[in-house]
């Protein structure tokens, strides 16, 4: 089985009643934690990687680590754990096409901040190069708040996603599955602080309707623990009123159309306050192993409480 494209993981999630869950990595340690949890919970695995992280950890080096993850379970958890190498959040046809060359087997396009006619022109172009080369693309209709690499949309140019487009957008682009914005932002700050957080199902049940069986994605879902938020800030950080997704919320947004959930700011707060906890702890240790290995075991036992409370795919691998 090995990296395999997503098109199995959906059809078996959206008839289950679960997600897929899809962790953004940059480096070694990152991929270890995730894929050790994946492989203890024999859970189906998206492994995706932004324009930013491809640019700094090195498209090449990043493959070949994955591969290493398969191999690992292959060699010592005794089954072949299904990974699918997604790019996220490709800008172009060119940052795709490379990637497909390069053995992703799934990538992104997001046009969503462009006009509705350039949007399906775009992924409809790179639909029919992924397609021709095994490749299964995700799109995007509605804008998502929030910062993702170098991108930072402000709330008021964000915007939900007009459910009355998403059949003709789907049928003319031919994408695979469709990410929609129902009030989930990229990054840490999701909700003001005092708010009480809402994601807007009516909006994905309409979605889901005018789409029966068809894949639906979240991002920027990440619940961001409050724990690792509060490490951060006893250890020299500064995060005030850093809220995200409720857990609930994404659980019942999984038992709907929602076949891929991506969560990113939950690892890398999990990351950043062990180094900055053990750091403040042992300042006179200068060994990146002393805390990079606590960092990768939080990481690890992260993913496992999103694969098994909040995704539900444990055991579907």
């Given at each position: 089985m090995g990296i395999v494209t997503s098109t199995e993981m959906f059809k078996k999630a959206y008839n289950g009643g679960y997600a897929i869950g899809a962790f953004n990595v940059n480096n070694m340690e990152i991929i270890q934690g995730i894929t050790a949890?994946?492989?203890?919970e024999k859970a189906p695995l998206i492994l995706q990687v932004s324009k930013g992280a491809r640019s700094y950890a090195n498209h090449i080096y990043l493959m070949k680590l994955i591969e290493a993850a398969v191999e690992d379970a292959e060699q010592n958890a005794g089954f072949e754990l299904p990974i699918c190498v997604h790019l996220d959040h490709g800008d172009s046809f060119e940052i795709c096409k490379s990637c497909i060359d390069g053995g992703f087997t799934s990538v992104m396009i997001d046009a969503s901040s462009k006009p509705f006619e350039e949007n399906i022109a775009l992924t409809k172009k790179v639909v029919e190069y992924a397609h021709a080369h095994g490749v299964v693309v995700e799109a995007e209709l509605g804008t998502l708040a929030g910062v993702e690499d170098e991108v930072n949309v402000s709330a008021e140019d964000s915007s939900y996603t007009r459910a009355e487009d998403v059949q003709e957008f789907v049928e003319r682009t031919g994408c695979d599955s469709l990410a929609i914005a129902i009030g989930t932002s990229h990054g840490a700050y999701k909700f003001k602080p005092g708010t009480n957080p809402q994601l807007r199902f009516d909006i994905l049940e309409d979605v889901s309707n005018r789409l029966p069986g068809f894949p639906i994605v979240l991002h920027g879902a990440?619940?961001?623990?409050?724990?690792f938020v509060k490490m951060i800030n006893e250890n020299g950080g500064n995060m005030p009123g850093a809220i995200g997704v409720p857990e609930d919320?994404?659980?019942?947004?999984?038992?709907?159309?929602?076949c891929?959930?991506?969560?990113?700011?939950?690892?890398?707060?999990?990351?950043?306050?062990?180094?900055?906890?053990?750091?403040?702890?042992?300042?006179?240790?200068?060994d990146p192993r002393?805390?990079?290995?606590?960092?990768?075991?939080n990481i690890k036992a992260i993913v496992q409480h999103k694969l098994v409370n909040v995704l539900g795919c444990n055991g579907k691998a």
């Open positions: 949890a994946a492989i203890e990440s619940s961001v623990p409050q724990q919320q994404l659980r019942k947004a999984a038992s709907m159309a929602v891929k959930i991506n969560i990113d700011s939950d690892l890398r707060l999990a990351m950043t306050g062990t180094i900055r906890e053990y750091m403040n702890a042992h300042p006179d240790h200068f002393q805390y990079l290995k606590p960092a990768r075991e």
